[in-house]
């Protein structure tokens, strides 16, 4: 009898001072790699160029503000991309590189050691540089000229993703390998370089003859995050105060 009500008052102590989580906080360090470019429909549809396969890069870091499988993943990376052409006739390949700031807020569920991600990404062009000269002449030497003016500050992406923890676990620390695809809605060239009769990225008027043709950036690659928990607001059953409990 005596061990019973042991038992009895360590279980409704348990019940009384246990504690409900509200929101918990991770937070990570990651890379992408894979396939990138620009799309633009009058490039795709002339004679004189063709697309290359071309690559971009990203890395930086994440915070995520869960609750329970559900929550908001905040991205911030540095991204290096190119797209490169193929002219007829040019011994030197047409390229256009450029650099950002990517911010991605997505909405991100995590449940069976997977998850998937989708939203919205704005990115700060910081640098745009191409090898080519007036009229789409190829610089025969391959110099990179910097063309950040012609090209928009700003573009916002939709960004879906999906993939699976490959290590550890989704508490305290996990390692996780997903596919993420970007494609942007606004257009990649600004006001002066659409307007001027060398439009960027391709500074050729043959190519928008039938009218100029906004240009999207996107991507299509690997992206794998290391990941830390870092705690927890709490609230105890009893009615005391939310508190902050680190993993």
């Known amino acids: 009898m005596k061990q019973f009500f042991t038992i009895a008052v360590i279980l409704v102590s348990l019940q009384l001072y246990g ?28 004679d004189g160029y063709d ?28 991204s290096t991309a190119k797209q490169e052409f193929e002219k ?26 997977g998850y998937f991600e989708i939203g919205p990404k704005i ?13 789409g ?5 391959g110099t990179l000229t910097d063309r950040t003016t012609n090209y928009n500050k700003n573009n916002i992406a939709g960004v879906i993703g999906f993939g699976a923890n490959i290590m550890g676990n989704d508490g305290a620390f996990s390692g996780i390998l997903g596919l993420r695809l970007e494609y942007s809605f606004t257009d990649f060239v600004g006001t002066e370089g659409a307007a001027t009769a060398v439009s960027a990225p391709l500074r050729d008027p043959s190519v928008y003859a039938d009218g100029y043709k ?29 508190k902050f409990i680190m993993f």
Do not use: H
Request: net charge positive; charged share 15%.
């Open 123 to 135: 990115s700060f062009v910081s640098k745009v540089e191409d090898n080519l000269i007036e009229g």
């Open 214 to 242: 906004k240009s999207n950036v996107a991507f299509a690659g690997l992206v794998f995050e290391l990941n830390w928990g870092i705690g927890y607001f709490a609230k105890a059953q009893c009615g005391a105060r939310s």
């Open 137 to 141: 002449i190829v610089n025969p030497t």
């Open 51 to 78: 697309y290359n396969i071309s690559t971009g890069y990203s890395y930086g870091g994440k915070l995520g503000i869960n609750f329970g499988y559900n929550g908001l993943a905040i991205d911030v990376m540095r």
């Open 88 to 113: 007829t006739g040019a011994t030197t390949v047409p390229t256009v590189n450029w650099q950002a700031w990517d911010v991605y807020a997505l909405f991100r569920n995590a449940k069976n050691l």
């Open 19 to 46: 504690q409900k989580k509200i929101v918990w906080f991770d937070m990570g360090a990651k890379v992408q790699y894979g396939a990138a470019g620009l799309y633009n429909s009058a490039i795709a549809n002339s």
